[in-house]
């Protein structure tokens, strides 16, 4: 019987997870877990990524010394950000975290000589400063010159355990590099960033065949047999894979880090409507696009959770959040402020007193803050979705460490009025997962995958509490956000 190993690594954590098909049902087991996280080094905030490997290695020796001796493995991290490598494959340094503020000029400078229009109808991708195109033109200059290779994440470690060099579509596409028409990377933006035709590795699709562990070079490890597949490359892209919808009329909620939301379509769409709104298309497993948005997400959490020494659990936050009274703040969650600040408690409670509202003290009322307008934001973000897809949406499919937040999931529900699916919260590992099988012919097509989904796993639904109040609270949300945003830009405009 096949066995399936999913390294699935994010922002914060990393796992590897083991899985079979037994009884016709798909069954996963966790069997290393690790922290993750960037480090202050030469200025930058950087990622550990020798760490990252010997973490994987480490679990790998764990599924060893349980009597398995030949697995499939994939591997998928976040998105944008890059290992630079010397013609022998060694990285010239730690890579940089898209959370690093080199990048935060980078759009406007861009942008001054290459309109925002022309780069959207290139690529289709949302303008976010963190995207790879923004690092890459803040490079070092001297060191970008030195590179031979210019590695996405996953494609990094992969290399590091076969030896081959690719790039994934799912997660090249999230560069704001490659064009939507020739599904290339496309040559006049890579001069304008003074990137080589021949510095990122040849792309690849989802599901192709990387290789062979090479065992020989980690001779300290007791490992298996592992052919290794370039899965869906990209967290968000496993995680659509990994999501147990159903039927034309879907929408998707990747609800960890990032709240990452969207549909999945077979052409992409890069009108001006999408433009204006900041959609983005990234390019999906076998030949799909995800056109979402990216929305701040459970990373508010996390960073108060954090400010507070760690005291409470998550479930502990949003079990105080449902016992404190609703919708007193409104804060825009995708204010860059927000995005790595020095303390999140003190960000919240400054832009709260900047803005006239009630301040948020306890850790409940700080919770149901972050609960209220995530809620809100994605409510609002349907609503415009269907709007430029023209598109009704039946059902939302909420995957991810949010899919267990039954506060968030229900305020959801009710407030775009739409019926949720919550679950299962591993679904990025699960999508992995699922591209090896279909690699392998375990499982037939991604229908066959998302049904063997359904049939494995609980999912609990969420149908709307419609109420006038609601409706009013989120008439004055969307008109509190034209009001901060007409402000801003007045600023700007001096």
Request: glycine share 6%; hydrophobic share 35%.
């Amino acid at each position: 019987m096949h066995v399936f190993v999913a390294v699935d690594i994010g922002a914060s954590s990393g796992r590897l997870v083991m899985a079979q098909i037994s009884d016709q049902k798909l069954k996963t087991t966790e069997i290393h877990r690790f922290k993750n996280g960037f480090f202050r080094e030469d200025g930058h905030d950087r990622w550990n990524i020798d760490q990252i490997l010997k973490e994987i290695l480490i679990g790998l020796e764990k599924v060893k010394r349980a009597g398995i001796s030949k697995v499939t493995l994939g591997i998928d991290t976040w998105a944008v950000d890059y290992v630079l490598t010397d013609k022998d494959g060694h990285k010239l340094q730690n890579p940089i975290s898209y959370r690093d503020a080199r990048t935060q000029n980078a759009i406007h400078e861009l942008t001054s000589t290459l309109p925002k229009e022309y780069l959207y109808e290139k690529t289709g991708i949302q303008f976010q400063n963190f995207n790879t195109l923004y690092q890459l033109y803040e490079e070092d200059q001297s060191e970008l010159r030195q590179a031979d290779k210019i590695m996405m994440i996953p494609d990094y470690l992969g290399f590091q355990l076969t030896g081959n060099a690719v790039t994934e579509v799912t997660n090249a596409s999230t560069t704001q590099m490659l064009n939507l028409r020739k599904r290339l990377f496309d040559s006049d933006l890579m001069a304008d960033v003074h990137v080589r035709d021949d510095q990122f590795p040849k792309l690849v699709e989802s599901g192709t065949i990387l290789g062979q562990l090479q065992k020989e070079r980690f001779p300290e490890y007791e490992l298996p047999d592992a052919t290794v597949v370039t899965v869906a490359s990209h967290d968000t892209a496993s995680a659509v894979i990994g999501t147990p919808a159903e039927g034309d009329k879907w929408a998707f909620l990747s609800s960890g880090t990032w709240s990452l939301l969207g549909a999945e379509t077979n052409v992409p769409e890069n009108s001006l409507a999408a433009f204006h709104a900041n959609y983005t298309n990234e390019w999906g497993a076998y030949g799909t696009y995800r056109f979402l948005k990216n929305i701040m997400g459970l990373w508010i959490i996390q960073r108060i959770k954090a400010d507070l020494n760690d005291q409470y659990s998550f479930p502990e936050l949003a079990d105080m959040a449902q016992k404190t009274p609703g919708f007193r703040t409104f804060i825009n969650v995708n204010d860059e402020r927000f995005e790595n600040p020095t303390n999140m408690i003190d960000e919240i409670q400054a832009y709260a007193r900047e803005t006239k509202q009630f301040v948020p003290q306890t850790p409940g009322e700080l919770a149901r803050t972050v609960y209220d307008n995530l809620a809100l934001c994605y409510a609002a973000e349907l609503g415009q979705l269907s709007q430029i897809l023209k598109q009704p949406f039946e059902t939302l499919n909420i995957v991810g460490g949010g899919s267990n937040v039954e506060l968030l999931n229900q305020l959801t529900s009710s407030l775009a009025n739409i019926n949720v699916v919550a679950g299962p919260t591993e679904a990025t590992a699960i999508g992995n997962i699922l591209v090896q099988m279909i690699s392998t012919g375990d499982v037939k097509n991604v229908q066959a995958a998302r049904a063997l989904i359904r049939t494995s796993y609980p999912l609990k639904k969420y149908v709307p509490q419609k109420s006038q109040q609601l409706e009013q609270v989120l008439a004055q949300y969307k008109q509190f956000l034209t009001q901060q945003s007409e402000q801003k830009e007045g600023i700007e405009n001096g």
